[in-house]
């Protein structure tokens, strides 16, 4: 009798949590970059050359004083971006399931077929800008597909140690994205990868050694620890209500069921 009990008490809490993930899923979640025609090659090239030299042109204690006032505000709480490509298995429910106590997330869902690096750029500063002028992010969490030594951001575009080092558009990314990262954190900033285990083998340290290198002077860590690992679920409870990733993870994959079914 208790064993009955029990199991109709776990199929009540997971149905609530079921609920509650349905009850914040938004059917037209805005997904960056879905509507987007390519730019054309020469424009970025452009792009590329015309950022570059302004970036050199800046001053890094005046952008670090600038950052430092805006976040001098009383309550102020750093930024923590959450980039989520839609390649993931039920991505677009990934924002209903974030920490609801914490507002310094920010999530951001993107097209994975159609967005540009440009794209997501762009929706990273407006964001920022969004939730406090002049943050910039001191912890931040790629949801994306890949595997041991490569993540898949966008379509055709696998990050590896040595496509990092060579194709312009990839450094281009890893080197604006490095700016939007905070000078005044007095730690590392963070970069945490999820959605598969890049340190599957020994070029998934290298990917992260070459990126570290693309952020500098800027510096950031990266981390991709095992999700059942005690630093894998410090890194869930970072961004998530831990009950409902759970549930959504063990959803993932699920044909037959999906959260519309369990109401």
Same mark, same amino acid.
């Given at each position: ?19 509650? &993930? ?21 424009d ?42 839609? #390649? ?15 507002p310094?997330? &920010? ?11 440009e794209? &997501?750029l ?12 002049g943050? #910039?992010?001191?912890?931040m ?21 040595? #496509? ?6 990839? &450094? ?19 970069i ?13 340290? #290298? ?24 630093q ?32």
């Amino acid at each position: 009798v208790f064993r009955g009990y029990a199991e109709r008490k776990r199929r009540k809490r997971e149905n609530d949590s079921a609920s509650v &993930i349905q009850r914040n899923f938004r059917k037209h979640l805005r997904m960056v970059g879905s509507r987007r025609v390519k730019a054309q090659s020469s424009d970025l090239q452009s792009s590329h050359c015309t950022l570059d030299e302004a970036f050199e042109d800046l001053d890094w204690d005046t952008e670090k004083g600038l950052e430092a006032v805006a976040c001098d505000t009383e309550g102020f709480v750093p930024p923590k971006v959450m980039l989520i490509s839609s #390649k993931v298995p039920k991505a677009e429910y990934i924002p209903t399931i974030i920490r609801r106590d914490d507002p310094s997330i &920010i999530p951001i869902l993107y097209d994975h077929e159609h967005a540009t690096f440009e794209d &997501i750029l762009e929706e990273i500063e407006r964001k920022l800008n969004v939730y406090h002028k002049g943050a #910039k992010i001191w912890k931040m969490l790629i949801f994306c597909q890949g595997g041991p030594g490569h993540l898949y951001l966008l379509k055709n575009k696998v990050a590896t140690f040595a #496509k990092v080092e060579k194709e312009e558009d990839m &450094i281009h990314f890893w080197k604006r994205l490095s700016r939007l990262m905070s000078k005044v954190n007095p730690e590392p900033n963070v970069i945490h990868i999820m959605g598969c285990y890049i340190l599957g083998n020994p070029n998934g340290e #290298k990917l992260f050694q070459n990126l570290r290198t693309l952020m500098t002077p800027y510096r950031v860590t990266f981390e991709s620890p095992l999700e059942l690992s005690a630093q894998g679920k410090q890194m869930i409870e970072t961004y998530f209500d831990f009950r409902l990733y759970r549930l959504w993870k063990s959803r993932q994959h699920s044909k037959l069921l999906d959260f519309d079914d369990v109401l």
